[in-house]
């Protein structure tokens, strides 16, 4: 499927809402469309185009699949409200964390959050209510990725030749698939989203399972949202693309009250960056980088280690898995 990017010097954001609310408003009828939101930028902006064109015939739902930062759920679905859109909240912890029991490599991972997201939760949600579409905020650069091999998106099913019809009994609906990250930041902010949203920094589709090497587990979850909210408290302010505390799989050796403490290793990321194709880390300042590694290995329980990534991207990428 050949997909045009509209670049962000070529966007003109009012004209583009009112293509794709026409766009949703004619592939939908009179029928009700689901509506898949994160609390994302893309995910809003496809929530707010969505909302726009079809009102209370759009059924929003937030999935709480247990691999969210720390209070995520609860906030997103307020913000919206206060927005004007109903989100209804769905328990599927259980669901996801059994599919990714055992897991450990990257494409296993994706994989199993692909098919639990689209084919258990979202194929369950569609049978109940009998809509024909799902509405989401598949961007430029997941399809780009993806397709290049570099990582598999969660949330590209068409463009790899899966026939979501087929598969999990409705279609999908992207209406932000031409655009990139800065651009897609330019519709959310013509569309009135506050700016805690539209200046949010990129955030994974797998979440947090895109920051654990290795298996995910409950466990290992508490320990990278804990390393997430120090991380996004003290690098808020730094104006960066993108900040992200990782989870490494081996333990390593450190040294507590004179004894060993055999513990875990968090890599910290600080990425400068205009659209996710390349980047490079952020010159973050040695004091800003010890109070980082001091708040860390004393607030998160098991923690030894510290370090910073400062490769660019390519070799490296943005995200670890």
Same mark, same amino acid.
């Not at 902006?45 to 015939?57: I, N, P």
């Not at 669901?95 to 990257?106: I, S, V, W």
């Not at 899966?162 to 651009?183: H, M, N």
């Given at each position: 499927?050949?997909?045009?990017?509209?670049?962000?010097?070529?966007?003109?954001?009012?004209?583009?809402?009112?293509?794709?609310?026409?766009?949703?408003?004619?592939?939908?009828?009179?029928?009700?469309?689901?509506?898949?939101?994160?609390?994302?930028?893309?995910?809003?902006?496809?929530?707010?185009?969505?909302?726009?064109?079809?009102?209370?015939?759009?059924?929003?739902?937030?999935?709480?699949?247990?691999?969210?930062?720390?209070?995520?759920?609860?906030?997103?679905?307020?913000?919206?409200?206060?927005?004007?859109?109903? @989100? &209804?909240? /769905?328990? !599927?912890?259980?669901?996801?964390?059994?599919?990714?029991?055992?897991? %450990? +490599?990257?494409? *296993?991972?994706?994989?199993?959050?692909?098919?639990?997201?689209?084919?258990?939760?979202?194929?369950?949600?569609?049978?109940?209510?009998?809509?024909?579409?799902?509405?989401?905020?598949?961007?430029?650069?997941?399809?780009?990725?993806?397709?290049?091999?570099?990582?598999?998106?969660?949330?590209?099913?068409?463009?790899?030749?899966?026939?979501?019809?087929?598969?999990?009994?409705?279609?999908?609906?992207?209406?932000?698939?031409?655009?990139?990250?800065?651009?897609?930041?330019?519709?959310?902010?013509?569309?009135?989203?506050?700016?805690?949203?539209?200046?949010?920094?990129?955030?994974?589709?797998?979440?947090?399972?895109?920051?654990?090497?290795?298996?995910?587990?409950?466990?290992? @979850? &508490?320990? /990278?949202? !804990?390393?997430?909210?120090?991380?996004?408290?003290?690098?808020?302010? %730094? +104006?960066?693309? *993108?900040?992200?505390?990782?989870?490494?799989?081996?333990?390593?050796?450190?040294?507590?009250?004179?004894?060993?403490?055999?513990?875990?290793?968090?890599?910290?990321?600080?990425?400068?960056?205009?659209?996710?194709?390349?980047?490079?880390?952020?010159?973050?300042?040695?004091?800003?980088?010890?109070?980082?590694?001091?708040?860390?290995?004393?607030?998160?329980?098991?923690?030894?280690?510290?370090?910073?990534?400062?490769?660019?991207?390519?070799?490296?990428?943005?995200?670890?898995?």
């Amino acid at each position: 499927m050949k997909i045009e990017e509209i670049k962000l010097e070529d966007l003109q954001p009012q004209k583009f809402i009112e293509e794709k609310v026409k766009e949703i408003s004619s592939v939908a009828g009179d029928g009700l469309v689901i509506n898949a939101l994160s609390g994302g930028v893309d995910s809003s902006t496809v929530t707010m185009l969505g909302h726009r064109a079809l009102g209370d015939r759009l059924k929003t739902y937030f999935i709480e699949n247990g691999i969210m930062r720390r209070g995520e759920p609860q906030m997103v679905v307020s913000l919206f409200k206060k927005l004007g859109v109903s @989100v &209804e909240m /769905v328990d !599927a912890k259980n669901e996801f964390f059994n599919a990714l029991k055992g897991l %450990t +490599g990257p494409e *296993q991972k994706r994989e199993a959050i692909t098919q639990v997201f689209y084919k258990d939760v979202f194929g369950r949600l569609v049978k109940e209510s009998g809509v024909k579409y799902l509405l989401q905020g598949s961007n430029y650069t997941d399809v780009e990725e993806t397709v290049a091999g570099v990582k598999r998106q969660h949330n590209i099913l068409e463009q790899l030749g899966i026939d979501t019809q087929q598969q999990y009994g409705y279609k999908v609906i992207e209406p932000i698939i031409q655009l990139r990250k800065p651009a897609v930041r330019e519709v959310a902010k013509t569309l009135g989203l506050p700016e805690q949203i539209y200046n949010r920094p990129p955030f994974p589709g797998p979440a947090l399972a895109a920051r654990i090497i290795g298996e995910v587990t409950q466990k290992r @979850v &508490e320990v /990278v949202r !804990a390393a997430t909210k120090i991380v996004e408290e003290e690098l808020s302010d %730094t +104006g960066a693309f *993108q900040y992200m505390a990782i989870l490494h799989q081996d333990k390593v050796t450190g040294v507590r009250d004179g004894k060993r403490d055999y513990g875990l290793q968090i890599e910290l990321r600080c990425w400068e960056s205009k659209d996710a194709v390349t980047g490079s880390p952020t010159r973050l300042s040695y004091e800003a980088l010890e109070k980082l590694a001091e708040r860390i290995t004393t607030e998160v329980p098991g923690v030894v280690s510290v370090t910073y990534n400062v490769t660019k991207k390519p070799p490296s990428t943005i995200e670890a898995v």
